[in-house]
């Protein structure tokens, strides 16, 4: 592991998180014995638009009992669930904080799916050529210092005709965010890239651009309802504050001010390999 994806894996890393959501679940009256992968939702969607965004970019692909996907940066785990349990597709999720990879796997086996994960990072998956059709990348490429490596990497374990989806906060203005923000507390492990920058790693790699979608409105509404649900009330027992530790809302601040002025916005980007 490189000094960054040590310093990007303590970042993320929160001991006992699996027992604080159980406990938070509780919480809200629901036992650990009867859990659907639904009752996960609030926590385990860790980006801009939580599992309404995840489906959103399902719809553009081909996903279904058939399909080998790989989620690139998994969490806990949401997506991979919602891949496996919404479209039958046979899934493992990769990511680089061993303890979200111990959490994903427990409450996996808690709601009885099948995903798998595993420690490793994006830039040198410890996976063989040509072994999935789709994957995915959902709010990690900001802590990806060498998107040519990324997509090299991605072309290498997809097999032909395979289909990369991309939902990740880009640079579409001027100003870079206050730290600290959900993804980095400081500069040294963020990596925001404009559109520019993916569409040009992703032409070396060999892929095909399918469809680009800016979600800078998306996300300012998302945000509004948000911040209208919890007005007068304090942060609900299961939400991605479990994830974000005792600044959350700080970094959930400034994040919302970046997106707020046009700055930063989260951007979903479909690619093809030749078939
Ligand atoms: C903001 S979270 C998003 C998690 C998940 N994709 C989701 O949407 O719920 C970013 C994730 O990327 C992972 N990550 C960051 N750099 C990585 C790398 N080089 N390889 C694999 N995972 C990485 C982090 O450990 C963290 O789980």
């Known amino acids: 592991m490189s000094l960054t994806e040590s310093n990007v894996a303590r970042h993320y890393g929160r001991l006992g998180l699996y027992d604080r959501i159980i406990t938070g679940l509780a919480e809200l009256g629901k036992s650990e014995d ?50 496996a349990h919404s479209h039958g597709a046979i899934v493992t999720g990769l990511d680089l904080t061993p303890e979200y990879v111990e959490t994903a796997r427990r409450l996996t086996k808690l709601v009885g799916l099948s995903p798998e994960f595993v420690v490793g990072s994006a830039l040198d998956m410890p996976f063989d050529d040509q072994t999935f059709d789709l994957a995915t990348l959902i709010h990690v490429g900001m802590n990806l210092p060498d998107k040519a490596k990324l997509f090299s990497e991605v072309a290498r374990v997809l097999k032909p005709g395979g289909s990369f989806a991309v939902y990740d906060v880009m640079q579409v203005g001027k100003a870079h965010p206050e730290f600290p923000v959900p993804w980095a507390s400081s500069a040294d492990t963020s990596f925001l890239d404009r559109p520019d920058a993916y569409l040009a790693a992703a032409d070396k790699g060999g892929f095909t651009l399918v469809a680009q979608r800016e979600r800078g409105a998306f996300a300012r509404d998302f945000f509004a309802r948000l911040s209208a649900s919890l007005q007068d009330s304090s942060p609900p027992p299961v939400g991605l504050g479990l994830l974000m530790g005792e600044d959350a809302q700080l970094k959930i601040r400034n994040m919302v001010k970046s997106v707020g002025a046009g700055d930063i916005a989260p951007v979903e980007m479909i690619f093809r390999l030749p078939g």
Do not use: Y
């Open 34 to 83: 009867n859990l659907t992968p639904d009752d996960l939702k609030a926590v385990d969607e860790f980006h801009i638009g939580g599992v309404e965004a995840t489906r959103d970019l399902m719809a553009q692909v081909d996903i279904g009992p058939q399909s080998r996907a790989l989620d690139i940066g998994s969490g806990i785990g949401g997506t991979a669930r919602h891949m």
